[in-house]
Each structure stands twice: as C-alpha cells, then as structure tokens.
C-alpha cells in the first residue's frame, strides 16, 4: 500500500517568505507527527495530531511555525517570515494509533536563502 | 524528559565484518526503544523495536539490539554487514507520545 508522501520534495525559498509543506498520511492512520532534521543531526520533534486536534505542539519552534490538520488526514506545516536558520528536512511520519510504530515520510528538503 | 546519546558519529568497516552501533539513553519513565536506517534521500525505515519482553530483539536485513536496563543501553549489532548496509542509524526513545532521536551514526561498509 501508499506509504507516508510529503510534497514538494525540495522547496527553496527566500528569506522572509511564507511556505507550506505538505504531508499526506497512511490511510486510516489517526496519529501524525512532523518532526525537523537538520544537517548532521537526529529528528527533532515539533508537532503531534491525533484526528484533528494538536495533541502536542511543544516543539514548535516559535510562533512562525504553525500546523493544521483539518479533516484528520492530510497535514500542512506552515512557516511565516521564513529564516536561514529554518533550513532543514521536515519529516512527517503516522501511526496507526498513538504510541504504535511510526512510518516515515521522504521528508521535504527547504532550503532559505 | 528523555533524552539520547549515540556515542559514534561515524562506524567505516569492511564488508562482511561484524559491526556494533552503541546507544545510550536517559529517562525517568519507562520507554520503548527503537532503531531506524535512513538511506540517502530516503525516509527513515524502522530496523527494530524494544518495547517489554526478551531483552534481545531481532529486526530486519539481520540487525539486532539488546535492551540493557542496568547500563541503559539499546547497542545495535549485526554479525557480517554488506555493503548496501552503509546508511544513516538513529537510535531512539520514546515516552508516551514524545518520541527522541540520537544524532545518528554514519555506517560506512567499505569492500
């Protein structure tokens, strides 16, 4: 079956501009997680959803971060005023339920320049 | 809250020696352990998982890690790697919802 997809693979921007990245889940999975990954480190945790609600932002950076997931499927990441410091990949991952095995997308690659 | 160390940032090795991926980890509640591979311009995969029960668990592509309460260790180990094994290693620890990575261990396998 269709695994986690994220879009657009790679999106460079300019410093001070808004994006939007894109995650679409598994299918049926009720939990979703955006996490960062920045050059030569591990995922760090940013946002957790469990159907519609933000069950956990607490790794919100700041408040030029923000995430939504309307209908309990698909997630957008949005990030306002955008900055060099906020390159990195953006991994989207699901679950089935809450505290099962998460399944990991491609990620998106955002460069700011 | 939790928190992991893997204390190699990179593991050259030849191909088909054994090969020992080490992972520590801190916490003050139970937690489930993970690993996961990450191919160049891929997601991370999940290798294996501990999360109750013998604390030697066995996953895919011949990897396995044992649990070590005592040490608060998850060390990956596969005993004759290949070279399509060279990829990016996270070790991880979750808590409830609130899942942690290492910064990774860079596998080379070298012929």
């Known amino acids: 079956g269709a695994g986690v997809s994220q879009t657009p693979s790679n999106k460079v921007t300019e410093k001070g501009k808004y994006v939007e990245l894109r995650c679409d889940p598994i299918?049926?999975?009720?939990?979703l997680y955006w996490y960062r990954q920045s050059l030569g480190q591990g995922p760090e945790f940013l946002i957790y959803?469990?159907?519609?609600?933000?069950?956990?932002d607490s790794g919100l950076p700041n408040d030029r971060f923000f995430a939504v997931r309307p209908e309990g499927s698909v997630s957008t990441l949005k990030i306002q005023r955008t900055e060099r410091g906020d390159s990195a990949v953006y991994l989207c991952?699901?679950?089935?339920?809450?505290?099962?095995?998460?399944?990991f997308g491609p990620g998106t690659r955002l460069t700011v320049t | 809250a939790q928190s992991v160390t893997q204390l190699d940032s990179q593991v050259p090795v030849f191909e088909e020696a054994p090969v020992e991926l080490r992972c520590n980890y801190s916490?003050?509640?139970?937690?489930?352990l993970f690993w996961y591979v990450q191919y160049p311009n891929q997601g991370l995969q999940l290798l294996l998982k501990?999360?109750?029960?013998?604390?030697l668990v066995k996953g895919i592509n011949g990897f396995e890690a044992e649990f070590n309460k005592s040490q608060t260790s998850f060390h990956l180990r596969k005993p004759s790697v290949h070279i399509s094994d060279t990829a990016e290693y996270f070790c991880?620890?979750?808590?409830?919802?609130?899942?942690?990575f290492g910064a990774g261990t860079r596998l080379t396998v070298k012929p």
């Open positions: 916490s003050s509640v139970s937690v489930y």
């Open positions: 991880a620890v979750r808590a409830y919802n609130d899942m942690r």
């Open positions: 299918s049926g999975h009720t939990a």
């Open positions: 991952a699901s679950s089935l339920a809450d505290r099962e095995e998460q399944y």
């Open positions: 959803f469990q159907g519609t609600g933000a069950a956990d």
């Open positions: 501990y999360l109750s029960g013998s604390t």
